[in-house]
């Protein structure tokens, strides 16, 4: 008996869309690649030191922060369930907090600060992850509700303040040069990578090479070959066929919730590093463009779909627009930015589900 072949039966014109669909699908991550390498020769060739290497070198600093807070985003999308987390930006600012009032308000070492905001960001995925998985609130509730809650938090525990404050002479006026350094620092200044040559005159980030990487590679090692990855995808694609091979939904989707909390408890230490400032509200902007990065990358809204790949080369393209449109309208960028955010967004959105519902009728 021969075996059904994809789109047999259906005319010529709807197979060949089917097998483009497909084949954008599965080139996704070479397209973004494309799309970002056309978007940032449009800006070197438009906007005056764009593409000099120290706004280039900024750009991938800032870029480290933001990059984690979209790898927690795809995360949790990928769960499925209407999985979302609106809330990312506002726990990496009270993370933050947390650090400058231990490290500077009560003397705390800086390298226990440094491991008690990313404990504290870890728990406030869990209390999402909580009241998502075992009190069954939909996550868009949830996660609003805690976008606003850690926020209000992060501003009233120093009265809005940031730490260091200079109207408290009393208090440390600086963090420790060792900790600004994990923020502003390159891998050339370490002794045993001072080999690594630089990139048009700059070095490379410290945060970008020794955390960025890394944790990027763990992510993409722990979805794609691990049975913990395997279960995400599986809940987020069918979670009642999920639940007929024994996988626990709720603790699966808890757990995608953690490791989003555990991400933006580490973008909050690398921000206050680079900052040499703990800020209250570093992190209000940061929800909307970790959740188009993740759309951006390919992870369907739906959940089940994606990789972190796709996700990694579309933050490339978000902040270098960020860069591009902040260095090309000035004062006015501040306005513009967020309608571009706003437009790439939805249109990520309904390309991937445009795509994501040919292939399943085209089948």
Known sequence: MRANVVGEGLPESKRWLSRTLRLFATARSGI??????????????????????????????????????????AIVILSGGGGIDLSVGSMLSLSGMMLGILNIEHGVNIWVAVLAAVITGTLLGAINGFLVSKIRIPPLIVTLATFYGYS??????????????????????????????????????ISWLSWIPKIAGQGIPFQFLIIFIPLLLLVIFVLHKTLGGRYLYGVGTN????????????????????????LAGVGAVIQTALNASATPDVG???????????VLGGVSIMGGEGAIA????????????????????????????????????????FFNEFIRRRISVDS
């Open 32 to 73: 973004l690649l494309v799309l970002f390498l056309l978007l940032f020769s449009y800006f070197s060739v438009s906007i005056p030191h764009f593409f000099e290497g120290y706004n280039i070198y900024q750009v991938v600093q800032n870029g480290v922060i933001i990059g984690l807070l979209a790898i927690g985003e």
């Open 152 to 189: 209000a938090i992060a501003l009233q525990v120093t009265n809005t303040k940031p730490l260091p404050d200079a109207t408290q002479p009393n208090l440390p006026q600086a963090f420790p040069q060792e900790f600004i350094a994990l923020g502003n620092g390159n891998v050339q200044n």
């Open 239 to 262: 979670a009642l066929a999920a639940r007929f091979t024994a996988i626990d939904v709720w603790t699966v989707r808890f757990w995608a919730y953690v490791a989003a909390g555990f």
């Open 284 to 294: 209000a902007p940061m929800n909307l463009q970790a959740i188009t990065i993740a």
């Open 310 to 349: 796709g996700v990694a080369l579309a933050t490339l393209i978000v902040v270098f627009l960020y860069n591009g449109l902040g260095l090309m309208l000035g004062d006015a960028a501040g306005v513009w930015q967020p309608v571009a955010l706003g437009a790439l967004l939805i249109c990520s959105v």
